[in-house]
């Protein structure tokens, strides 16, 4: 059994390479699961007021905007599953927290420069959500960079392995050394 954690910052490429990964696994006959930390958002999210503008804003990118007990419960059922050979974990805080580092035998970090990712995320919502550029980009420059700077960048130091947020390469390389390694 393996459990590979994968984070980085918003829009980074996190699912993407979650699924890639899990895809090229599946094709070699591992059995896996995906928990996405996305999943356990609480249904009612903290805020938080923007430090420089006192906005107020549901914070979806602190540990306290997640149900974590029951996120580190489907790691330990899935780690514990005699059905499974790897299970990959991704979200935005995954190497933040420090019980969820301990259950990870490979520790990932997807980097994307901060222009890229903002302008994924403005197209993502804009399209999911239906907001509007200056909503987006209000609420990045308010929270999200700063959660990111606070809460993400530093987890790159826990990471074993960083990838490329753009491209394959880094699906590639990690399920070959699953793949010879499970």
Known sequence: MMVIGIAGGTCSGKTTLSEALQERLKG???????IHMDAYFKKVTPTVIA???????????HPDSFRLDEFYKAIE???NSPDLDVVIVEGLLTLHLAECRE???IK???DLPSDERLFRRIHKHMVLKNQTMDEIAERY???VRYRHDEFVEPTRWYADMVVNGNGEKGADILAAYVIANT
């Open 77 to 79: 059922d899935a780690k």
């Open 141 to 143: 420059l308010d929270t």
């Open 108 to 110: 990932v970090f997807v």
């Open 51 to 61: 430090p420089f503008t006192g906005i107020e804003y549901p914070e979806h990118n």
């Open 28 to 34: 070699a006959g591992k059995r896996t699961a995906l």
């Open 103 to 105: 259950k990870c035998d």
